[in-house]
């Protein structure tokens, strides 16, 4: 199976052509998705006729970018006119915006394909990858597994090859926990990095749109595209988008890597630490210094995130608990009603008080290293009828201790990078991440490409045909 | 009912973090401050701006 890269390569040389790549995703899609569920709607026809316009191009001599013929696919609450974006919700056009979003217009303009728009958790709530109206996404590795959320089928659809590379968003983890589930790489950029003009909020003080493929060099390639300043979003950094893929062949050897001695490794599945220690000696062999670093309560960050992130999507979306409460599922229901019954006091303490953590973490842990490397998930993918037994409040402790690892670093807006790092006994993915300083995610990519070029955990395909 | 309580009790339990770390805040401390730490915290811009998208950019080997 290509990676993005290895594809965007191989359509340069003339040795696959866009509509051959663009067909055989699609022929995968109508093979393979009736069992996996990665998408909610296929674009099938658009897809062949834009992969003809980019074949047209290239015979022409015209070359958009460096995506040009590359098959993506998109989370579906990132708006493009004339597909709905029902954000896994009921409604089919839940959300609606001015123009597309500005991820995928970038992605287009450097020349990618749109496959079409993936399934998600509702309302992008949800740690496990199930949906109540559009179906669960299935784990591709063990079908009965949780695909990891809430960006499931961006999980799925990378990992299965239906596409050849996705956006996700992540709000408190659901880039990286559905690339952790389904072994892929998944990047969560700095706050500020990518705009998230066009794409649903759920939390603007803690969302972020970011790419999954197979590989940190994949993410690279995307996120060279996406990332940069939009008069459409506030938030989004007027830094300046570096390359990120020259500095991918730099040597990570003297590069200081902190690994957490509190929390991440506090009640970790046996075989998640075995592999995430490997991770850990591989880049150690590499040259780089790996030490222990103590950080600043983890918990806290993600209590003070949880606060603001209820609190923003019950102003956002706590319209449909009172206007259609029948047709919300009962987890996306309550988190809602919860957000009711923050005070604005305590959300803007919240606020202020993650102001004062980051500070804290970057004098305590910036000033020892250059990037922290931690488990993603606490065990690899449970079964999801196992994740969605019992009451409401059951799965939404369960849901709090799958994310427990991605949340802190939501709050504290840093790019963080999860890569396979293994398989358990039962075949399932292990997986670390790997967390820089804001705006470095060319340090990140560039240690997680390190990594990738002595292990082939990413090079595994799942077996589905 | 029963979810009702949870609720109260999760509520209760995130407010308590809030309340035991506010007393700690100063005054001069607002939300816009995270994102001069975030630009605080961040290294030195590199001279190496590429367009974003532009062609030429694809290189290593494939894998």
Redesign the interface.
Known sequence: MF?L??L???I?AGKISPVEATRQCLDRIARLDGRLRAFITVDGDRAVAAARERESEQNRGV??????GVPLAFKDLCFIRGLPTSCGTKIADYFRADQDCTAVT?LV???AVTLGKLNMTELAMGAFGDNPHHGPARNPWGLERCPGGSSSGSGVAVAAGLAAGALGTDTGGSIRLPSAACGITGLKP???RVSRAGAMALSWSNDHIGPMA??A?DCA?ML?????PDPRDATASP?????Y?????TPVSGLRIGVPENYFFENLDPEMETGVRAALDVLRSLGARVEDVRFPDPQ?MS??T??VSRSEATALHGHLVRERPQDLGPFTR?RL??GQ???AH?Y?????????L??AF?ESV?SRVDLVAAPVIPEPAPPLEAALDG???EI?VRQGRFSRFTRPFNGL?LPALSLPCGFSRAGLPLAFQIVG????E??VLRAGHAY?TVTDW??RSPRLD | M??DK???A??A???G??ER??G??SLS???????????????A??G???A?????????P??
Not at chain 1, 239 to 243: I, L, Q
Not at chain 1, 245 to 249: E, H, N, S, V
Not at chain 2, 52 to 60: E, L, T
């Open positions: 990676t890269a290895a965007a390569r191989a340069r070359w958009r970018g460096p995506l040009h970038r303009d450097a020349g700095t706050y500020g197979r590989t060099e390639l060279g595209a996406i990332a940069g830094r300046r988008v570096p390359d893929l020259a500095p991918l062949a806290t209590d003070v949880n606060i309550t009603e919860l019954r923050i005070p305590d803007l303490q919240a606020l202020r008080l993650r102001a004062r980051a500070r970057s910036w009451s409401v409040e939404t807006g300083r804001p705006f470095d060319a340090t990738q990413h090079t | 029963a979810e949870f609720q109260q999760e509520v339990d995130l407010l973090v809030i770390l506010a700690e805040l401390e607002e939300p816009a401050r995270f994102i001069a730490a975030l630009d605080d915290a961040a290294p811009a590199h190496t701006s590429a974003r998208g532009s062609a030429g950019a694809i290189s290593g494939p894998h």
